[in-house]
Nanobody, 117 residues
Framework: QVQLVESGGGLVQAGGSLRLSCAAS????????MGWYRQAPGKQREVVADITIGGVTNYADSVKGRFTISRDIAKRMVYLQMNSLKPEDTAVYYC???????????WGQGTQITVSS
């Protein structure tokens, strides 16, 4: 059973920074893509950033230039560095991992980020 455990959430003032961490229970090379999603109250879950097995990163337009996704392969960790946070970044953030064969998407339990104005 794959487990993804997020940490690093909390309350921060606008303009501040936070770093989220996601610990995977197995090698991150087991997954084609790992990423971060978020879901704000009353809104659909949306992708924030992801990183492919080859190390290619992708970002939502709303976070480009402010957020950085990275990974530590040896530690089986994926990170999301969030700078210049805005109140609209307030959401529950989820770590995700996509396996190709079989085609399964795994989710962490989520961590709350609240950005105060």
């Amino acid at each position: 059973q794959v487990q993804l455990v997020e940490s690093g959430g909390g309350l921060v003032q606008a303009g501040g920074s936070l770093r989220l961490s996601c610990a995977a229970s197995e090698s991150i090379f087991s997954f084609n893509v790992m990423g971060w999603y978020r879901q704000a109250p009353g809104k659909q879950r949306e992708v924030v950033a992801d990183i492919t097995i080859g190390g290619v990163t992708n970002y939502a337009d709303s976070v480009k230039g402010r957020f950085t996704i990275s990974r530590d392969i040896a530690k089986r960790m994926v990170y999301l560095q969030m700078n210049s946070l805005k109140p609209e970044d307030t959401a529950v953030y989820y770590c995700s991992a996509d396996r190709v064969l079989p085609r399964i998407k795994y989710w962490g339990q989520g961590t709350q980020i609240t950005v105060s104005s």
